[in-house]
């Protein structure tokens, strides 16, 4: 019997992708583990390969479709001794996958009277991606009263996040809602007699959006601050940098903050950690991340067990990481993970920010630029040093604010006292 080749699902939080280009034909023979095509998720653009072996009997879903939803039929493999005309003869959903509906337009049914199964029995049967029923649980929505317009009517997010189905009824007394926020044309319409360019959001902006908002709703943040002197660190990276310059290795001020933070995880095991809804995940290896900007949004790669690599290890492995970020060639084991992020805008003047956390991560650090400034020295003196700021964001669920203050204080101590990383 043909087999459908369905779209993959190739990240945890993929709901639709694009078919970005096929690279193979009809009638073309695959083998497992052969290159079928490649497909762009929120992430990446990501190659597809084969499972069965067989012949390109029909191409469904035709190059550059955008919004295919995961489990939808994109081609036929037929077996040996099969042909076109037996492609009718696949199992077929029972009904076939309309079109992506547009997330402010979602189709609701009017609340039918109960029969037969009881309520219980009835959601049972609903079939709702797990982002979809967080969101309509948050919106006291019934999914039992929302249409779906997945695969075999499955209900995805796009059904729920403006729906005005009823919510369920849990007590006779109305209760009061707070008023919505302005759709997009109420928005549009504040702007009608000015000029401006609409830009539609991309698969990457969608989720950094959704993922922010949902972490500054929902993360209890507390914020830490320091001050860290540069000047024993800077002289030091310009001696290594002067050793390594035969070797083509040329450290960062970057670098040496990434294995400093990896190092205080050690020092303070109880901050390499994340929260996991009901109970809290503590790391042992220092698996840092570090956010890089891309054109559209950001990734944020994973550098693992970075306590462990050497400072021209960490290097190495960052600019890699970071040159094929800017490519969208990442994996997806490359950019998910870690307990803990950095963000650095000091190359950009920035003095000092506040970062938000990307869950599940315990906390985040904000860097800030290194500048000449004023000190006290021991002896009272006054004196120039090169000053950088930085903020530690906190999970309050994760790490209190005593535990945050150690890991701070130990990322301090590495980076004023550089040498100790050498150790």
Avoid at 81 to 90: A, F
Avoid at 252 to 275: E, F, G, H, R, T
Avoid at 318 to 341: C, I, N, V, W
Wanted: glycine fraction near 8%; charged fraction near 25%.
């Amino acid at each position: 019997m043909p087999i459908e080749i369905l779209m993959p699902a190739l990240s945890p939080t993929m709901e639709e992708g694009t078919l970005a280009k096929w690279l193979v034909k009809e009638g073309d023979s695959v083998a497992s583990g052969d290159l079928l095509a490649e497909i762009e998720t929120d992430k990446a653009t990501m190659e597809f390969e084969a499972v069965d072996e067989g012949v390109i009997g029909k191409i469904l879903i035709a190059d550059g479709s955008e919004n295919v939803a995961v489990n939808t039929p994109i081609a036929v493999l037929l077996e040996d001794g099969e042909s076109l005309d037996d492609i009718g003869k696949t199992s077929a959903p029972e009904t076939p996958a309309p079109a992506p509906v547009a997330a402010s337009t979602p189709k609701t049914v009017p609340p039918q009277p109960q029969k037969g199964p009881t309520p219980a029995a009835e959601q049972a049967r609903i079939f709702a991606t797990p982002l979809a029923r967080r969101i309509a649980a948050d919106k006291g929505l019934d999914l039992a009263q929302i249409q779906g317009s997945g695969p075999k009517g499955r209900i995805v997010k796009a059904d729920v996040e403006n729906a005005t189905a009823q919510p369920k009824q849990t007590a006779p007394a109305p209760t009061k809602t707070a008023p919505s926020s302005p759709d997009a044309d109420q928005i549009k319409a504040l702007y009608q007699d000015r000029e401006f360019e609409e830009i539609t959001l991309n698969g990457m902006r969608k989720i950094i959006a959704a993922r922010l908002s949902e972490a500054k709703q929902t993360i209890p943040h507390f914020y830490l601050r320091r001050e860290i002197e540069l000047d024993n660190l800077l002289k030091l990276r310009s001696e290594m940098n002067k050793g390594l310059e035969a070797r083509g290795i040329k450290l960062s001020l970057n670098d040496y903050i990434i294995k400093a933070c990896a190092m205080a995880l050690q020092d303070v095991p109880d901050c390499n950690a994340v929260w996991a809804g009901d109970r809290i995940l503590k790391l042992k290896p220092s698996d840092v991340a570090v956010a890089v900007a891309v054109e559209g949004g950001l990734f944020t790669p994973v550098l693992r067990d970075s306590d462990t690599k050497t400072l021209s290890a960490l290097s190495g492995e960052m600019k890699d990481l970071a040159a094929r970020a800017k490519t969208r060639k990442l994996a997806p084991h490359e950019y998910q993970g870690g307990s803990f992020a950095i963000s650095n805008l000091g190359m950009f003047g920035i003095q000092n920010f506040d970062a938000v956390i990307n869950p599940p991560h315990g906390s985040i650090l904000a860097v800030g630029a290194g500048e000449k400034k004023p000190v006290i020295g021991p002896d009272g003196d006054i004196t120039v040093a090169t000053i950088m700021s930085v903020t530690l964001s906190v999970d309050h669920r994760v790490i209190d604010g005593a535990l945050g203050a150690q890991f701070l204080a130990a990322i301090k101590t590495y980076l004023e006292d550089p040498l100790s990383m050498l150790a």
